[in-house]
């Protein structure tokens, strides 16, 4: 790809936002529509059944492009979840019109633990994230964020392989986050081989930050103690709690205060 100074101002905006979501699908609010550009339009096109297309952005080829109304934007995010897709919805901020370029930036990230919209969850599902967090033992966190439900437990080094399967089974998460010493677990587990639950995704061991956790938590739920949680003593399972809510807050881009207190499992 060629220098971004060589775009567009339109697109060099386009390219540096993309670069703080490497991993989503971007889509990219242009007027009426959500436009996806490059390798995101390409993968999207196949995805989504639409007709690829350009767009003039300064460089001798067109970039590749495709794109979707505002007003049907859920049925499409749906559909790039259903892919196992992470995509980040980059809104327009002020007024287009003026001299100066539009300014855009993400408004919140979609991934398949993280969905809130009625119209892209299943009714009467549950649609849980999950939080691993392993040392020397297991902490195990579920939330629901579409209704705020939260649950966390700790798992003994003699059990943990057998123990976590029984709660991944059970709780059916749609996005396993994991710690580099819960990563060496998927290997271990039948349900991730099987597919029947996903594989798990390492999340940046600084989310885990042990020392932190709990005073994250307290910040949340606005008490001094998490011992009223049953918690006392529970430093993996407020681990895992803390990098979950971290998740959360990081992918909506807003407070979360229907969260219901984080629960000893």
């Known amino acids: ?10 697109m060099q905006n386009y390219l540096q936002t993309k670069e703080q979501y490497k991993d989503c699908i971007l889509l990219y609010r242009l ?22 297309t350009g767009k003039n952005c300064g460089m001798d080829e067109r970039a590749p492009m495709c794109g979707v109304p505002f007003h049907a934007v859920d049925t499409y995010v749906a559909k790039l979840i259903a892919a196992g897709k992470k995509v980040a919805v980059c809104e327009q901020l002020s007024e287009p019109g003026g001299r100066e370029l539009v300014r855009r930036d993400v408004v919140r990230v979609i991934t398949p633990g993280t969905v809130m919209d009625s119209e892209i969850l299943e009714d009467g599902k549950s649609n849980y994230l999950c939080a691993l967090y392993f040392d020397d033992k297991m902490g195990v966190a579920f939330c629901d964020i579409s209704t705020g439900e939260f649950v966390t437990t700790e798992l003994l080094p003699t059990a943990v392989t057998k123990d976590l399967q029984e709660l991944l089974v059970a709780y059916k998460p749609s996005e396993i986050l994991a710690n580099r010493g819960a990563m060496l677990f998927a290997d271990k587990l ?12 390492a999340y940046d061991e600084e989310n885990f930050a042990s020392k932190r956790a709990a ?9 001094a103690t998490l011992d009223g949680f ?30 219901k207190n984080c629960l000893l499992y």
């Open 1 to 10: 790809m060629a220098q971004k100074q060589q775009y567009s101002p339109m």
């Open 31 to 52: 007027g009426d529509f959500y436009e996806m550009f490059f390798e995101d339009a390409e993968e999207a096109s196949r995805i989504l059944d639409l007709t690829l």
């Open 190 to 201: 039948d349900c991730v081989k099987a597919g029947y639950t996903p594989n798990f995704s």
């Open 215 to 223: 005073e994250k938590l307290c910040r949340q739920y606005h008490v």
């Open 230 to 259: 049953g918690l006392a003593g529970k430093s993996r399972a407020i681990t895992a709690c803390a990098a979950l809510l971290n998740y959360m807050l990081d992918t909506q881009k807003r407070e979360l205060p229907h969260l």
